[in-house]
């Protein structure tokens, strides 16, 4: 390759890696960190939905979780429904 061809190769691939760290990056850490959230659920945490539902879970099977939303009410979601625990 000529020096010119690679000239005209550079801006896509700046573009490219741009792209890469300021939208796929940053996505594929969420994704993680929600896994290791949900993989790390125990009987008694407080948590929020994404619906901004605020429970604590009771029951937790492989892809589900009772959360009690009132005295005695448990309401079932997706594990992939919390959105985040709730500390203290």
């Known amino acids: 390759m000529t020096q010119e061809a690679l000239a005209q190769l550079l ?15 940053p996505q594929q850490k969420r994704n993680k ?3 290791e959230l ?5 009987e ?5 939905t994404i619906g901004g539902m605020h429970g604590t879970v009771r029951t937790l099977e492989d892809d589900r979780v ?5 005295t005695g009410m448990i309401v079932e979601f997706a594990r992939s429904a ?6 203290g």
Do not use: C, T
């Open 11 to 25: 801006p896509f691939v700046v573009l490219i890696a741009a792209f890469y760290l300021l939208a796929i990056r």
């Open 33 to 35: 960190a929600h896994q």
């Open 38 to 42: 949900v993989a790390s659920l125990v």
């Open 44 to 48: 008694g945490d407080r948590v929020i």
């Open 66 to 70: 009772g959360l009690e939303v009132a």
């Open 82 to 87: 919390v959105a985040q625990k709730i500390e």
